[in-house]
């Protein structure tokens, strides 16, 4: 619950627009955003991935690009790919 709750004011501190955030059955977080699937992880601070997808999220949206990105590894500074499907 209380990552739900983090990942829910991160979304909103980063005025980040997610449709679904689905907790599979290993407890990896995946957020949905337009036609992008953000992979998060499972149990570590989101706080620099949803920093960064700040400014990411808005132009694949924009773009209508669809595809995923996997930010479970993201480190501050880090690339981010968006990989189409």
């Given at each position: 619950l209380k990552e739900?709750?983090?990942i829910a004011n991160l979304i909103?501190?980063?005025n980040l627009t997610a449709e679904?955030?689905?907790f599979d059955s290993t407890n990896q977080v995946n957020m949905y955003?337009?036609?992008v699937k953000i992979i998060l992880g499972k149990g570590q601070n989101h706080d620099d991935?949803?920093?960064a997808l700040k400014s990411v999220l808005p132009k694949?949206?924009?773009q209508k690009l669809s595809g995923q990105i996997d930010m479970s590894n993201y480190s501050a500074g880090?690339?981010?790919i968006l990989k189409k499907k």
């Open positions: 739900m709750l983090d909103t501190h980063y679904r955030i689905v955003s337009g036609n991935a949803m920093s694949a949206t924009e880090d690339n981010i």
